[in-house]
């Protein structure tokens, strides 16, 4: 009975709810971006019935763009160049897709439903170790690229796949140490209980209510609010890097590297590489709306009452709060694109700077910063001075050291 | 020439922490957005947008009324208020033809034909729209003003042959042509 729900269950959240966010998220990407720059966008592929005869076509507004795009890429020539490694050429595209799907299934889609007495979580594993189970798995993904890369045997991939997992491994280092604010905040790694506790106490970024009451937060919560910010930013902007987006996309610019690690791929191999990163993108936001935006949570004490909704024995309060969490979802996901058509692309020393010189200080100060907000209360005032005064001659001399070790600005260098 | 030391631009502490920087940029970005949903972009008036950015969308809307006045589409043949076809094939427009397109088979008038004394009209003419590069010069070299460049762009076909108009598609295209000068009347 356990394995036929968790079946039902991986089925739904995966193949339901996830993967058609991809499509969905490519047809935002194209029509979004085509409207910032004053375009249209695919509006036209739909059910094309005047071919039968009928007077008018369904358009649909292009919905079904991503779904010719995908039958033009099965119907399209699978070419394996003579000279690639063939296994890992073929293992690669695999490797950067499943990552990313396997971490869905600890992101919490929605409250629970109740049917016949029997309460499910939304969640396919209830795991108590999510963020570092979602951290662990994801940075799999590297080896499906340098591995594209590699196997290609060719300049342009390579160069791709040794720039990405370069940034990558960077980027994992404050993607890991920004959270830990958060961590210590909830005091708690399973994702599932986060968003339980923002949807009663708050969300972190908008702790406007506690205990069901709407109201200001008190002193240290309001005080823990500067953190949570630093870390959402460091966060936020380091999943951009882990999953290749625009303003850090070096591994695949497509000015310098043709098409960076998957230049030699061709029709569904490829098309795996494009779902990765969307799939990538995808849990990237989940989990962001899950740490820092109350996952699905309504807010505003709404919660219990919406849980509370019922047909006789069946309470679908949790369906509300999956389609709030997927309102959250494709919000964020709009703000990737908006992004992605907003910032120009950094240079490569420019992303490692930032990675390395100012993400990493940033994020170990904000780490030592929450620390000192949340243990404020059990410290003697001299203490909690003293600690204040190191952190602040500590972050100084950081930024001392960061600007002098910078190289004297104002010629041009190659 | 000397070298120049280029510097790189002050940037302030605004500009330098990128926050606000790309805040800023995202303003324009939305901006862009929401006035290409309300239809408002600039110029999408002139550009006669179909309510969506500045593009006009096609098979719903066209172009015809927004053509300007020199727009150069198909070269057609006319005939003149009288009824008579104005080209007399003497070939300049085929001699001139950059590309080649237009081919023509010269004809006799026959000497009971009222317009006898004009002596030679096509037999065919033929204009290959696929080598045709709407270049205008027939026009311009034509000593009977008999073709013109008519804003026709929706040339299309389903073969080679399609593509090449002949006699009568030419003549249907350009159609009567009035107040043009009229040499071959006879005098008053």
Partial sequence: MALIILIVKIIALTFLVVLPL????????????AIIQDRVGPNRTGIPLTLLGFKKDFHFFGLIQPMADGVKLFLKEDFTPAYVRKVFFWLAP??????????????????????????????IANLDIGPLFVFAVSSLTVYGITLAGWSSNSKYPLIGAVR?????????????????????????LNLGKIVQYQADHGWLLL?????????????????????????????????????????????ECETELVGGYHTEYSSMKFAMFFMGEYAAMVIGSALIVTLFLGGWSVGFTADKWIQNFHFGEF??????????????????????????????????DQLMKLGWVVFFEAALINVFLAALILAAPHLAPAILATGAVLLAVVTAALIWVAKVSEPKSGILQA | MPVVKLQRPKLNFGESIYLLAVAKGFLITLTHAIKSLRGKSASA???????????????????????PEYYRGAPALVTDEQGRERCVSCQLCEFICPPKAIHITPGEIPSNDPWAKVEKRPAAFEIDMIRCIYCGMCEEVCPEQAIFLRKDYLITGLNRADM???????????????????????LK
Wanted: glycine content about 6%.
């Fill in chain 1, 22 to 33: 991809v499509p969905i998220s490519v047809y935002f990407e194209r029509r979004f971006c």
């Fill in chain 1, 94 to 123: 695999a490797l950067t897709v499943a990552p990313a799907l396997i971490t869905v299934c600890v992101i919490p889609f929605g409250s629970s439903i109740t049917l016949f007495g029997n309460t499910q979580q939304l969640v």
């Fill in chain 1, 164 to 188: 990405s997992s370069a940034q990558m491994i960077s980027y994992e280092i404050s993607l890991g140490l920004s959270i830990i604010p958060v961590l210590l905040y909830f005091g708690e």
């Fill in chain 1, 207 to 251: 702790p406007l209510w506690k205990n069901g009451q709407l109201g200001l937060p008190d002193l240290q919560t309001a005080l823990f609010c500067i953190p949570a910010f630093v870390a959402f930013i460091i966060f936020t902007i380091s999943i951009f890097a882990e999953t290749n987006r625009m303003p850090f996309d070096l591994p």
């Fill in chain 1, 315 to 348: 309470y679908f309060g949790g369906l509300i709060h999956l389609l709030v969490f997927l309102l959250k979802l494709i919000v964020f996901i709009l703000f990737f694109i908006l992004v992605r058509w907003t910032v120009p692309r950094f240079r490569y």
């Fill in chain 2, 45 to 67: 008036k002139s550009l006669a947008s179909s309510g969506l950015g500045v593009t006009m969308q096609y098979p719903e809307h066209r172009w015809d009324e927004h053509l």
């Fill in chain 2, 164 to 186: 090449v108009h002949n006699k009568e598609k030419l003549l249907a295209i350009g159609g009567v042509r009035t107040g043009l000068v009229n040499k071959w009347n006879e």
